[in-house]
């Protein structure tokens, strides 16, 4: 038998952190399913899903990771899923792309989440950067409860339009294919 546990970690950023973070799932015979990171402000911040024997706690994985050699402390964050990760695996078949530009002032991110929430929207990926005073958000929503797109397009303009934003929505399959690139 085993049971899969999700992990939350956070550090000042260094060479070999992933290896380190990665190394102690494995030294416990974990198999990691899922894994997300990313680098904001020189901090690492990684998200993990792995499977363990039913012998391993989530206190002994914290403990796994509470050994890793760092000169700042990992910060760390390990649950038990309650269902398998099959069993919450979606297919989101109306996976759109929106992409926010503007120029920065507090509150953006929260404008467009709470667009989202309130036309039953979930957001599936988001990511922010700051450029001078450009702020950019690309973020992959979750658009199967919407009735209608057009009404959604058409409300998201005019939220565009009073917060000063350029918006840009288009389906997932579309995004893919505009912004692949092809290699010769």
């Known amino acids: ?3 899969e546990m999700i992990m939350s970690v956070m550090s000042k950023d260094r060479p070999g952190i992933v290896a380190d973070i990665t190394g102690a799932i494995y030294q416990l015979q ?3 399913a899922d894994l997300n990171q990313s680098v904001l402000c020189d901090y ?4 993990l899903v792995a499977t363990f024997a039913d012998s391993v706690t989530p206190e002994d994985v914290a403990a796994a990771f509470s050994h890793i050699q760092s000169e700042t402390r990992l910060e760390v ?3 038990e899923m309650a269902s398998p990760l099959g069993a919450k695996a ?9 992409t926010v530009q503007g120029p920065n002032k507090s509150g953006l991110v929260y ?10 929207i979930n957001i599936l990926d988001l990511a922010t950067t700051l450029d001078g005073d450009q702020y950019t958000m690309i973020l992959q929503l979750d658009c199967s409860g919407v009735e209608s797109i057009d009404d959604i397009r058409t409300s998201l303009t005019s939220c565009a339009v009073e ?15 505009t912004s692949e690139i092809t290699l010769f």
């Open 77 to 79: 964050v390990v649950k």
């Open 163 to 177: 917060a000063g934003l350029t918006v840009v929505l288009q389906h997932e399959d579309i995004f893919k294919a």
């Open 111 to 120: 404008r467009i989440s709470l667009f989202c929430y309130q036309h039953g």
């Open 1 to 3: 038998m085993s049971k």
């Open 44 to 47: 690492l911040t990684m998200i």
């Open 30 to 32: 974990g198999d990691l």
């Open 90 to 98: 979606k297919n989101v078949e109306e996976a759109y792309i929106l």
